[in-house]
């Protein structure tokens, strides 16, 4: 295999794939001179990468092919890959700091399962070298001599698995070189170990790698050789750092070689482990790049293979030439093909400016909606989007979107766990995997970026949960958040909040019962179905708004369904008075109601529940009804017993004659079946919560008048016991609950029934045929055992006479 210059062979292939194109096919039929493209450039290049193409290697020398008097063919050259150093330039040998022995030894072992974080925290390295360079080029331009591209490239040797990463940052002397990479002087390394044992004897898995400024040591995650040359605009010698994955020690020697020679920068090579090769393919590399590293502020070129389009010659076959009549002295046609020819060229693989960093009026609506279906594979455009930038105390800069619709089988609103928000720290990708550390669970739904200066470049879950200024980010984006949704609930076009609603309400009723801190927040956002509007839902706002000027509370009734709710005995009384009744038909909706308790000073009512004032009360009037009613409701409640715990004059019926209420502090007949229905449900409990129930008759209603006179008279007859118990267990039916006994309640509606139907279509010769027949079938039945008498007797009285 013959060698060839790195430094001379970039020469050609770093200025533009069309001039490369040009000379490599005119150099296709064995030219020995050099034309204007592949002329060695001086010392101002430092690049260095591998020509390559689908053919084998042929060389018009034997010699090592030199740059000078040889152009390559568009034919396929190998690389320098291997280090092997023959100088004699002396070799320093160090040993690594105990702390970073223990270290390489816990990478080495693969503690941990993202292994791709490698590349991000080389990137990450060579960013800041290249940041660092461009900061002190301010005041000490002359570091920019020979060198003036700052940009970072990535080349991949597939065959020999082999990944060269090179920047043209500030690079390191030979003492940087030890302090950077022998120790770990500057990281609290006991802290890092510490931290990296209790997460592992926790069982969890955190990646604390970049936490502590260990980034470089990543590369041992996937290769067991590291070699790293390094020159310094500071030195005027250029040195190679070795080391290896099961080793304690490390060298570090001087650069000789002038073909390996940088102007300035870092070049980091990992020699792969054979389980890990996988990773020095170019489309994953490229793959990597675009998810950690898309922002950050450098170009990043990764060597990519290429192709364009060319026509090309067909030797025509004579004998098809003569079958097609074609005259041999008449003008040849030449006939021709497409060919793809594949070349390799260095490729842009990142976007130098993300759309968050750009001021929000220079960004277009169709701008931010494109971001957003590229980065969250979506098709629809959001709702809404805010871009937004917080400074003082904290600084980060976000894009949130509201999405249009929920992700398809994901409905579950339990689960926190999104990969809705992208983290980024210095526009470098850390994480989108969070257990509601950014945002709450019912805001799981809300999409976007953030992006921070302040956290660590690497973050694990146990810092987000413990951090600060991650507390104070999660109030501002929740903030955000909530303005987001709010500005669609009050725009002109209520269609984008009806669809909001359809999606993601259940996420706000949610956040009712589990964010006390912003119900203020949640509440203008609720909507509900009402009394007075049972098609379109109602905000608060708008139900507070159309409230009686003597109303006091805002009422509401759960139930099952709008129908349930506007048919239940419970509105009677309230209908009458025009008052507008709110229905809660989600199995959520009382939950979140209840904890809510009140909205703009005005309370939430139950009007299924005791001591209801609807704003009638008349005291004398109910001392009236007590005096007379009284007696009733004592002897209803003896009759009941345990079943209820009190018998009261109702003040809400008005056609129904009674309703069965729920204590002021129990349950609801709603709540009472939502936790019958619950899979692990405790029964104990539900007997507690339902145990009081309140038995509320109507005074003015036949049935209880009727029942009244019957106490007085005759409090002991059974059919007016009878009466009672049917009325309770229609009353259970009516307000929402549970009958105990079904069929109990079944046979009293069937006899209740045969009694009110008897005689009731039949005519009066009709009746007299069936009352005769009756007699008759009766006659029948008592026959036989006066005939057996007759014959017992009769045949001894016969005997006697004869």
């Known amino acids: 295999m013959h060698r060839l210059s790195r430094?001379?062979?970039?020469?050609?292939?770093?200025?533009?794939?069309?001039?490369?194109?040009?000379?490599?096919?005119?150099?296709?039929?064995?030219?020995?001179?050099?034309?204007?493209?592949?002329?060695?450039?001086?010392?101002?290049?430092?690049?260095?990468?591998?020509?390559?193409?689908?053919?084998?290697?042929?060389?018009?020398?034997?010699?090592?092919?030199?740059?000078?008097?040889?152009?390559?063919?568009?034919?396929?050259?190998?690389?320098?890959?291997?280090?092997?150093?023959?100088?004699d330039t002396p070799v320093e040998k160090y040993e690594y700091q105990a702390e970073v022995s223990r270290l390489m030894d816990l990478i080495v072992n693969s503690l941990y399962s993202n292994k791709e974080v490698f590349l991000r925290e080389l990137i990450s390295n060579a960013s800041d070298a290249l940041d660092k360079l461009r900061f002190l080029s301010v005041t000490e331009p002359q570091l920019l001599e020979g060198a003036p591209e700052l940009d970072i490239r990535i080349q991949t040797d597939q065959e020999n698995g082999i990944i060269t990463l090179t920047d043209s940052g500030i690079g390191m002397t030979h003492q940087e070189l030890v302090d950077s990479l022998g120790t770990i002087a500057h990281s609290g390394t006991a802290k890092f170990l510490k931290a990296l044992k209790d997460s592992k004897d926790s069982g969890s898995d955190s990646n604390l790698i970049g936490q502590f400024g260990v980034g470089f040591y990543s590369a041992f995650l996937v290769a067991d050789k590291v070699v790293v040359s390094t020159k310094s605009p500071k030195s005027d010698k250029q040195y190679v750092w070795e080391g290896e994955a099961n080793s304690s020690s490390y060298i570090i020697r001087e650069e000789t070689d002038p073909e390996k020679l940088l102007p300035r920068g870092t070049s980091i090579k990992l020699h792969l482990k054979r389980d890990e090769k996988g990773f020095a393919h170019p489309e994953r590399i490229e793959r990597l790049v675009k998810n950690y590293s898309q922002f950050v502020s450098f170009p990043i070129y990764t060597w990519q293979e290429k192709g364009y389009t060319k026509e090309v010659e067909v030797d025509e076959d004579p004998a098809e030439a003569k079958k097609d009549g074609v005259d041999d002295t008449a003008e040849k046609k030449k006939k021709t093909k497409k060919i793809v020819e594949k070349y390799w060229d260095w490729e842009l693989t990142n976007e130098t400016q993300p759309i968050w960093l750009r001021n929000p009026k220079e960004v277009t609506t169709e701008q931010y909606n494109e971001f957003y279906k590229k980065t969250f594979n979506e098709y629809l455009e959001p709702l809404a989007s805010s871009h937004f930038t917080t400074e003082g105390e904290v600084e980060f800069r976000s894009i949130l979107y509201v999405p249009a619709i929920t992700p398809m089988g994901k409905e579950d609103i339990v689960s926190p766990k999104t990969k809705n928000i992208r983290l980024y720290v210095k526009r470098v990708f850390i994480s989108d995997d969070f257990d509601g550390e950014l945002f709450p669970r019912y805001l799981s739904f809300v999409k976007g970026v953030v992006d921070s200066n302040d956290l660590p470049l690497n973050v694990s879950r146990e810092i987000l949960q413990e951090s600060r200024i991650v507390r104070i980010m999660r109030k501002r984006l929740v903030r955000k958040a909530f303005d987001m949704i709010l500005g669609i609930s009050v725009s002109e076009n209520q269609e984008d909040y009806e669809k909001f609603w359809e999606n993601f309400g259940k996420h706000l009723k949610l956040g009712c019962i589990e964010d006390r801190e912003n119900h203020k927040r949640l509440a203008p956002l609720l909507r509900f179905f009402s009394s007075q509007s049972e098609e379109v839902m109602i905000s608060l706002d708008d139900y507070i708004e159309n409230m009686k000027p003597?109303?006091?509370?805002?009422?509401?009734?759960?139930?099952?369904?709008?129908?349930?709710?506007?048919?239940?005995?419970?509105?009677?009384?309230?209908?009458?008075?025009?008052?507008?009744?709110?229905?809660?038909?989600?199995?959520?909706?009382?939950?979140?109601?209840?904890?809510?308790?009140?909205?703009?000073?005005?309370?939430?009512?139950?009007?299924?529940?005791?001591?209801?004032?609807?704003?009638?009360?008349?005291?004398?009037?109910?001392?009236?009804?007590?005096?007379?009613?009284?007696?009733?409701?004592?002897?209803?409640?003896?009759?009941?017993?345990?079943?209820?715990?009190?018998?009261?004059?109702?003040?809400?019926?008005?056609?129904?004659?009674?309703?069965?209420?729920?204590?002021?502090?129990?349950?609801?007949?709603?709540?009472?079946?939502?936790?019958?229905?619950?899979?692990?449900?405790?029964?104990?409990?539900?007997?507690?919560?339902?145990?009081?129930?309140?038995?509320?008759?109507?005074?003015?209603?036949?049935?209880?008048?009727?029942?009244?006179?019957?106490?007085?008279?005759?409090?002991?007859?059974?059919?007016?016991?009878?009466?009672?118990?049917?009325?309770?267990?229609?009353?259970?039916?009516?307000?929402?609950?549970?009958?105990?006994?079904?069929?109990?309640?079944?046979?009293?509606?069937?006899?209740?029934?045969?009694?009110?139907?008897?005689?009731?279509?039949?005519?009066?010769?009709?009746?007299?045929?069936?009352?005769?027949?009756?007699?008759?079938?009766?006659?029948?039945?008592?026959?036989?055992?006066?005939?057996?008498?007759?014959?017992?007797?009769?045949?001894?009285?016969?005997?006697?006479?004869?």
Request: aromatic residues 8%.
């Open 7 to 87: 430094r001379s062979v970039n020469s050609l292939l770093r200025y533009g794939g069309h001039r490369r194109r040009d000379a490599i096919a005119a150099l296709s039929v064995g030219s020995s001179s050099f034309d204007e493209s592949g002329r060695e450039r001086d010392g101002n290049v430092r690049w260095y990468s591998v020509l390559k193409t689908a053919t084998s290697c042929r060389l018009a020398s034997s010699n090592p092919l030199k740059l000078g008097n040889m152009i390559p063919s568009g034919k396929r050259y190998e690389s320098t890959a291997s280090d092997l150093w023959t100088s």
């Open 550 to 802: 003597d109303q006091k509370d805002i009422y509401y009734i759960a139930a099952d369904s709008v129908s349930s709710a506007k048919n239940t005995p419970f509105l009677e009384r309230l209908y009458e008075k025009d008052l507008e009744v709110l229905f809660l038909v989600d199995p959520i909706d009382e939950v979140a109601v209840t904890n809510l308790k009140s909205y703009k000073e005005k309370n939430f009512v139950d009007i299924s529940k005791e001591d209801l004032d609807i704003g009638d009360k008349n005291e004398e009037k109910e001392k009236e009804m007590k005096q007379e009613f009284g007696h009733i409701c004592d002897w209803m409640k003896k009759r009941l017993g345990d079943r209820v715990a009190s018998v009261q004059i109702s003040n809400r019926l008005k056609t129904s004659p009674c309703v069965l209420v729920s204590g002021k502090f129990g349950w609801s007949a709603n709540m009472e079946r939502l936790m019958k229905s619950q899979t692990v449900g405790d029964s104990s409990s539900l007997d507690f919560m339902r145990s009081r129930r309140v038995f509320e008759i109507n005074p003015e209603h036949p049935i209880i008048q009727t029942l009244n006179v019957a106490c007085k008279s005759s409090g002991d007859d059974e059919e007016a016991l009878k009466a009672i118990d049917l009325l309770y267990d229609t009353a259970l039916i009516s307000s929402g609950f549970t009958p105990e006994s079904p069929s109990q309640l079944g046979g009293k509606i069937y006899e209740m029934m045969s009694v009110a139907l008897s005689n009731k279509w039949t005519t009066q010769h009709e009746a007299f045929d069936m009352h005769n027949s009756q007699i008759h079938e009766a006659e029948i039945v008592t026959e036989p055992p006066q005939t057996l008498e007759a014959e017992v007797v009769e045949p001894v009285e016969t005997t006697s006479q004869k």
